[in-house]
């Protein structure tokens, strides 16, 4: 189970902080991460990382703005929005999936991703 909270409204170049509370298999590794989808758009990995490594992945358009972290003792996931810009307005959900791919990197594509949270809004006017 995934419960975002952290989600809300802000102005341009401000901040907001995204936490995920992860009910999984603390034996089991993990691709974690944070998609988004916009109205009328396809849902998009905007940050990714795999538990064991912490090797991470950035949407280009978020690097640098946006850092994803993992507390591995309190079974959260975090992503830092920093610089905030109104494309980033959509809903953000957590996912999770067992393992990786073969290549050492997490799956980008939605479907891909087996756990799901319900989604929180964030909005930047």
């Known amino acids: 189970q995934l419960v975002e909270s952290g989600g809300g409204s802000v102005q341009t170049g401000g901040s907001l902080r995204l936490s995920c509370a992860a009910s999984l298999n603390p034996g089991d590794t993990y691709c974690l991460g944070w998609f988004r989808q916009a109205p009328g758009k396809e849902r998009e990995a905007v940050a990714l990382i795999y538990s064991e490594d912490r090797r991470s992945y950035y949407l280009d358009s978020v690097k640098g703005r946006f850092t994803i972290s993992q507390d591995n003792a309190k079974n959260t996931l975090g992503l830092q929005m920093d610089n905030l810009k109104p494309e980033d307005t959509a809903m953000y959900y957590c996912?999770?999936?067992?393992?990786?791919?073969?290549?050492?990197?997490?799956?980008?594509?939605?479907?891909?991703?087996?756990?799901w949270g319900q989604g929180t809004q964030v909005t930047v006017s």
């Open positions: 996912a999770a999936r067992e393992g990786r791919m073969a290549t050492g990197t997490c799956w980008r594509f939605g479907p891909d991703y087996y756990y």
